[in-house]
C-alpha cells in the first residue's frame, strides 16, 4: 500500500497531487468542490459512512477495553466512568474524523479510480 496516499489523507491533502486541501476550512467537514492545485472533482467522492465505521470500530475496541481495565483497578463512581470515557470519546471522534475521512477519499482514489473519471 501507497503510505505516501495515506499520510496525505491523513494530513487532509488531495489524493492526487497530495498538496492542495480536501476541505473548505480548518474546522469544517465539508469538503472543497475541486483540488486547488490539480484541479480534481472533490464532488465525485463517495466515502458515504466509511470515515464513521472505521471510528466506531476502531475507538470501540481502543475505549471499552480501557474503561473495563480502568473499572476494575480504580474505584471511580459509575458517574465519573460516564463523564471520562463520554468525554474522551468525543474528543478522539472529533480529533481523528477529518483525517480517518480523508484516508478513506484517498483510499477510493486509489481502488477506484474510475469514481474520478469524467
Ligand atoms: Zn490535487
Not at 39 to 57: E, H
Not at 71 to 77: I, V, Y
Not at 79 to 105: D, N, Y
Request: proline residues 5%.
Amino acid at each position: 500500500m501507497d503510505s505516501s496516499m495515506l499520510k496525505a489523507g491523513w494530513e487532509c491533502k488531495c489524493p492526487k497531487c497530495h498538496i492542495g486541501d480536501l476541505y473548505k476550512s480548518r474546522f469544517d467537514l465539508t469538503l472543497k468542490d475541486e483540488c486547488a492545485h490539480c484541479g480534481l472533482d472533490f464532488t465525485k467522492n463517495d466515502s458515504a459512512d466509511g470515515p464513521a465505521v472505521f471510528l466506531i470500530f476502531v475507538l470501540g475496541f481502543l475505549i471499552v477495553p480501557i474503561a473495563l481495565l480502568a473499572d476494575h483497578l480504580l474505584t471511580w463512581p459509575l458517574w465519573l466512568h460516564g463523564l471520562v470515557w463520554g468525554v474522551l470519546t468525543l474528543i478522539l471522534i472529533v480529533a481523528s474524523l477529518r483525517p480517518i475521512k480523508g484516508c478513506v477519499i484517498a483510499l477510493q482514489y486509489k481502488h477506484r479510480p474510475r469514481d474520478w473519471e469524467e
